[in-house]
């Protein structure tokens, strides 16, 4: 099972970067996948999810209207787009597969984790 994260980087407050998460494909197709970010000294939340055919989405408050999930079925990818990033969006994002098909935002239902990718947001 391998999920590698790419893209993070360092960027200004109002600036975008776009994440990517490439999975071998066995791992990927029929899946739901999901991005989650963790924060210095803060515990890992949920970011965005999309569920195995890229018809459903769903994200976290922080993120509706600025961040956009997407999946790419014939390259085996996934990504994020940021947009409009806060200094408070400073964080390690991870990619992850569920366990099931649909878009979900609950971290027990996700069984492979990506190694993450940093992405820090200067004022």
């Known amino acids: 099972v391998q999920l590698q994260a790419s893209g993070g980087g360092l960027v200004q407050a109002g600036g975008s970067l776009r994440l990517s998460c490439a999975a071998s494909g066995r791992i990927f197709s029929g899946y739901g996948m999901g991005w989650f970010r963790q924060a210095p000294g803060k515990e890992r939340e949920f970011v965005a999810a999309i569920n195995y055919n890229g018809g459903s989405t769903d994200y976290a408050d922080s993120a509706k209207g600025r961040f956009t999930i997407s999946r790419d079925r014939a390259k085996n990818t996934v990504y994020l787009q940021m947009n409009s990033l806060k200094v408070e969006d400073t964080a390690v994002y991870y990619c992850?597969?569920?366990?099931?098909?649909?878009?979900?935002?609950?971290?027990?239902?996700?069984?492979?984790w990506g190694q993450g990718t940093l992405v820090t947001v200067s004022s």
């Open positions: 992850a597969r569920a366990t099931r098909s649909g878009a979900t935002s609950v971290q027990d239902e996700y069984g492979a």
